[in-house]
């Protein structure tokens, strides 16, 4: 089944313990992206990648980090959560064929707590 | 400033009506339009994508016109039932698709 696979799908941490929200695709999609959705504020991008070793930021990266080192993980890092940082993270990925790119397709949904 | 807005947070409606959503942008240039159904707790669920040279496209019970003069989509779902009932977000890929802006999203209520 073709699918975007997060984990973990909870967590509740404190501030300044460094963690990892982990994202992987099957469909063997080039480009891969992580949002995060805030009540009244939606979807926003935190970073995107283009492809492996190709990532850049979004409309609000601040105090997040990403790598691409596999074409289908691309991992979210929070090196210092501060309580700002609590929220509903979601990873996407999508194809690019015949020179633009097709619809995206998400994963279920990290709900973090930062406290 | 650059902004997305979809008309009202929600929008109720009788089943079987047509239900109409809008999405207005303003001073992007979207490469692609793209619409999302997202149920509470879960990932967005992709519907419909047109692109900047479509005029319309349709699936199924569903159209999206895109004016790119007007800056403005719109999303109609026709004949809606109560399964309907979600939020509909509305998405704009610029920068040849690299970056997607998303709408605050639309809640419809579809009553039986």
């Known amino acids: 089944e073709a699918q975007v696979t997060q984990n973990p799908r909870y967590l509740i941490t404190v501030t300044g313990k460094k963690l990892t929200v982990t994202c992987s695709q099957n469909?063997?999609?080039?480009?891969m992206s992580w949002y995060r959705q805030d009540p009244g504020l939606g979807l926003r991008q935190i970073y995107y990648?283009?492809?492996?070793?190709?990532?850049d930021k979004g409309d609000v990266p601040e105090g997040y980090k990403v790598s691409r080192k596999e074409k289908r993980n691309f991992p979210l890092i929070l090196e210092s959560p501060s309580p700002n940082q609590t929220s509903l993270y979601f990873c996407?990925?999508?194809?690019?064929?015949?020179?633009?790119?097709?619809?995206?397709?998400f994963g279920p949904g990290t709900r973090l707590t930062v406290l | 400033s650059q902004k997305i807005e979809q008309n009202s947070e929600a929008l109720n409606i009788q089943e079987g009506k047509t239900a109409t959503l809008t999405c207005n942008y303003t001073n992007y240039s979207p490469a692609y339009l793209q619409w999302y159904r997202q149920d509470p707790g879960r990932g967005p669920v992709f519907l419909l994508l047109?692109?900047?040279?479509?005029k319309e496209k349709r699936k199924e019970r569903l159209k999206v016109t895109f004016d790119t003069t007007l800056k403005q989509s719109l999303f109609h779902i026709t004949a809606s039932q109560p399964a309907d009932s979600a939020t509909y977000l509305c998405a704009l890929d610029v920068k040849r698709g690299f970056k997607t802006i998303f709408g605050a999203g639309t809640r419809l209520f579809v009553k039986a």
């Open positions: 047109i692109r900047e040279n479509e």
């Open positions: 469909m063997n999609h080039e480009y």
């Open positions: 990648s283009m492809n492996v070793e190709v990532t």
């Open positions: 996407a990925s999508r194809s690019f064929t015949s020179g633009s790119y097709n619809e995206q397709f």
